[in-house]
């Protein structure tokens, strides 16, 4: 391929970046519309009945293109915020979507409202319009979470206070996170890096680099940790608060709500994951003594075994992923291709970004962008290929009403980890001596490791936290011993260095957005995996199938989704077992190779 720019375009969503007057007119535009919306809910007083039809129709209509203008812009700012975390006009734009959102969450709430005030007679005969076909489930949805909460007046209180008292905790941590910086030493010289440069070099090849890196973070996190704590605290004692009010005795009953998947699925999933922990404990052990270690320190678990790693180029990593799409389904290829010329991508190795990657999408454009930073490892590759399964997935739901576009985290996970896995499968498929063929195992278990261990700490640190919370503020010292209580057991403590201030390091703790941002990440990967099996036993035929599957994800529940395209009761253990066994398949390699 020839010659990619590595910054994304814009411009072609709106012009002039955070100092857009095309901008400020479609905000104007949709704050009036907004508010004239809201009007209207505020005036239906008495419940629709099916002589109403057409009248409900275009309400959820308006309601469904609002939201979509809203996601549009929001998605906009997201970008102006991470391409640059010191853009002054990007932080007001990004407040203002803040209010903006309250507006609309009191719309939300209103809506949710007069669906709950509909009787179920009218209701049944309301949604048999053909308008609405294509949405029922969307709109079943709402009204069930509906009369879960409280009224629509208290949950406009809710929604209004939370964008000073809620959402501005979380603007905090990335205010905070703008003015970090990191120093050490680094090929003789000092440097002063940013924390996502800072944190490419935890998986560099040499140790003394790695270690330094690490403790340079560290320090960083350990001294703004007074700080990223009263954000967190906050964060958490607002949730617990709204929790109460709503009768909501389970910390876990929004996230579930959301990711549309039952406890039970979850807990059989974390049963089954604690069964195979020992063998990836044991390719910990292997990898400990191929670096001359007695045992892993938490910075080498992801540190290439050949210090001689080369490095890929963008174009390389580029061609690589399309190439490997290709095998598997052309559609996947052909997308990539024009997301990495079209400028889709933002992979640019420099200051003022914000760490970490993702995929947003424009749905009135129907495009998406993918934010990460390419330094030319192997794992920059996957991370690619990674968010072009996001926007791959995102792609076959475009031409899909709006509300049936609405799919969970968990299941976004899936064609963005089915992707890492096309790629990984490849490159270790292509590897042309027994030392390849070790270090791509190696890369493939080490994610394997940040999936299954890593993020089950998450999961632990965080459920102990918001159980300690609820009897009040929570302290540094405190919030570090959990962290790294988690971290033993997750990881059967098989490392002799954790990370106690990875709390503080991991914005996903401080996303006001969703909660629980850390299980999806693990059901997304053993749920793709999975797919996958299904996908090596059939063959090319499998990638109808999959699209099918993928353009699902935001009309099912999670078990639904499973039973309808792979024939499976994700409540048992049988399907996650066949994850699991396949994955452990690399171990058992991994431990032969390397006798």
């Given at each position: 391929?020839?010659?990619?720019n590595?910054q994304?375009?814009?411009?072609?969503?709106?012009?002039?970046?955070?100092?857009?007057?095309?901008?400020?007119d479609?905000?104007n535009?949709?704050?009036?519309?907004?508010?004239?919306?809201r009007?209207?809910l505020?005036?239906?007083?008495?419940?629709?009945?099916?002589?109403?039809?057409?009248?409900?129709?275009?309400?959820?209509?308006t309601?469904e293109t609002?939201?979509?203008?809203?996601?549009?812009?929001?998605?906009?700012?997201?970008?102006l915020?991470?391409q640059?975390?010191?853009?002054?006009n990007a932080?007001l734009?990004?407040?203002?979507i803040?209010s903006?959102?309250a507006?609309l969450?009191?719309?939300?709430?209103?809506f949710e409202?007069?669906?709950r005030?509909?009787?179920?007679?009218?209701?049944?005969?309301?949604?048999?319009?053909?308008?609405?076909k294509?949405?029922?489930?969307?709109?079943?949805e709402k009204?069930?979470?509906?009369k879960k909460?409280l009224?629509?007046?208290?949950?406009q209180?809710?929604?209004?206070l939370?964008?000073?008292?809620?959402h501005?905790?979380?603007d905090l941590?990335?205010?905070?996170?703008?003015?970090?910086?990191?120093d050490?030493?680094?090929?003789?010289?000092?440097?002063?890096?940013?924390?996502?440069?800072?944190?490419n070099l935890?998986?560099d090849a040499?140790?003394?680099v790695?270690?330094?890196?690490f403790e340079a973070?560290?320090s960083?996190?350990?001294?703004?940790?007074?700080?990223?704590a009263?954000?967190?605290n906050?964060?958490a004692?607002?949730?617990i608060?709204?929790?109460?009010?709503?009768?909501w005795?389970?910390?876990?009953?929004e996230?579930?709500?959301?990711?549309?998947?039952s406890?039970?699925?979850?807990?059989t999933?974390?049963?089954?994951i604690n069964?195979?922990?020992p063998k990836?404990?044991?390719?910990m052990?292997?990898k400990?003594?191929l670096?001359?270690?007695?045992?892993?320190s938490w910075?080498?678990?992801?540190?290439?075994l050949?210090k001689n790693?080369s490095?890929l180029?963008?174009?390389d990593?580029?061609?690589?992923?399309?190439e490997?799409?290709?095998?598997f389904?052309?559609?996947?290829?052909?997308?990539?291709?024009?997301?990495?010329?079209?400028?889709?991508?933002?992979?640019?190795?420099r200051?003022d970004k914000r760490?970490g990657g993702?995929c947003?999408?424009?749905?009135?454009?129907?495009?998406?962008?993918?934010?990460?930073t390419?330094?030319?490892?192997?794992?920059?590759?996957?991370?690619?290929a990674?968010e072009?399964?996001?926007?791959?997935?995102?792609?076959?739901?475009?031409?899909?009403?709006y509300?049936?576009q609405?799919y969970a985290?968990?299941?976004?996970?899936t064609?963005?980890?089915?992707s890492?896995?096309i790629?990984?499968?490849a490159?270790?498929?292509?590897?042309?001596t027994k030392e390849?063929?070790?270090?791509?195992?190696?890369?493939k278990l080490?994610?394997?490791?940040?999936?299954?261990?890593n993020?089950h700490a998450?999961f632990l640190?965080?459920?102990r936290?918001y159980?300690?919370?609820k009897q009040g503020?929570?302290s540094?010292?405190?919030?570090?011993?959990?962290?790294?209580?988690?971290?033993?057991?997750?990881y059967?403590?098989?490392l002799?260095?954790y990370?106690?201030?990875f709390w503080?390091?991991?914005?996903?703790f401080?996303?006001?957005d969703?909660?629980?941002?850390n299980f999806?990440?693990?059901f997304?990967?053993?749920?793709?995996?999975?797919?996958y099996?299904?996908?090596l036993?059939?063959?090319?035929?499998?990638?109808?199938?999959y699209d099918?599957?993928?353009r699902?994800?935001?009309?099912?529940t999670t078990?639904?989704?499973?039973?309808k395209?792979?024939n499976?009761?994700?409540?048992?253990?049988a399907f996650w077992?066949?994850?699991l066994d396949?994955?452990m398949?690399?171990?058992?390699?991994f431990?032969?190779?390397?006798e």
């Open positions: 391929m020839e010659k990619l590595q994304w375009d814009l411009e072609s969503i709106f012009q002039s970046g955070s100092k857009s007057d095309e901008f400020q479609f905000l535009s949709l704050t009036e519309s907004i508010s004239r919306f009007s209207e505020e005036l239906k007083t008495i419940p629709f009945t099916v002589n109403e039809a057409q009248a409900f129709s275009r309400l959820v209509r309601y609002l939201t979509k203008q809203f996601h549009e812009a929001h998605a906009y700012v997201e970008c915020t991470a640059n975390i010191k853009d002054v932080s734009a990004n407040n203002r803040q903006l959102g507006e969450n009191a719309c939300d709430s209103l409202n007069i669906l005030q509909i009787s179920d007679l009218s209701w049944s005969e309301l949604l048999k319009n053909s308008d609405l294509e949405v029922q489930f969307a709109l079943r009204r069930e979470i509906s909460k009224s629509s007046d208290q949950e209180l809710i929604s209004g939370a964008v000073d008292g809620y501005a905790w979380e941590y990335y205010s905070l996170i703008g003015k970090m910086h990191i050490l030493e680094k090929d003789g010289k000092n440097e002063t890096l940013s924390v996502s440069q800072a944190n935890l998986d040499d140790r003394n790695r270690g330094k890196a973070l560290e960083a996190w350990s001294e703004y940790a007074d700080l990223f009263a954000a967190l906050h964060i004692g607002y949730r608060a709204a929790y109460k009010a709503r009768g005795e389970n910390i876990l009953d996230p579930l709500d959301y990711n549309r998947m406890e039970q699925t979850l807990t999933m974390w049963t089954e069964k195979y922990k990836l404990a044991t390719f052990e292997r400990a003594q670096l001359g270690l007695k045992k892993l910075y080498d678990v992801d540190a290439p050949s790693s490095k180029t963008y174009e990593a580029a061609d690589f992923i399309i490997h799409f290709q095998s389904n052309p559609k996947m290829a052909s997308f990539a291709k024009e997301a990495l010329e079209n400028r889709w991508i933002e992979a640019e190795n200051a760490p993702f947003t999408n424009f749905p009135i454009a129907e495009q998406s962008r993918i934010f990460m390419f330094s030319g490892t192997a794992s920059n590759r996957s991370t690619l990674h072009l399964g996001h926007a791959y997935h995102q792609s076959l739901m475009n031409k899909l009403p509300l049936s609405n985290m968990n299941v976004a996970e064609a963005s980890t089915f890492e896995m790629v990984s499968d490159a270790q498929a292509v590897a042309k390849e063929r070790i270090n791509f195992l190696a890369d080490e994610r394997c490791v940040a999936l299954l261990m993020i998450r640190f965080e459920t936290f159980a300690e919370r503020v929570v540094v010292k405190r919030l570090n011993q959990l962290m790294i209580d988690a971290q033993r057991e997750a059967l403590d098989s002799d260095v990370h106690p201030t503080a390091s991991k914005l996903h401080f996303i006001t969703w909660p629980f941002y999806p990440y693990t997304g990967f053993l749920f793709s995996t999975g797919i099996v299904q996908a036993q059939e063959g090319p035929k499998f990638a109808d199938r099918a599957l993928l699902d994800t935001g009309r099912m078990e639904e989704l499973a039973e395209h792979l499976v009761d994700l409540t048992k253990p077992q066949s994850a396949y994955i398949r690399d171990v058992d390699e431990l032969e190779l390397t």
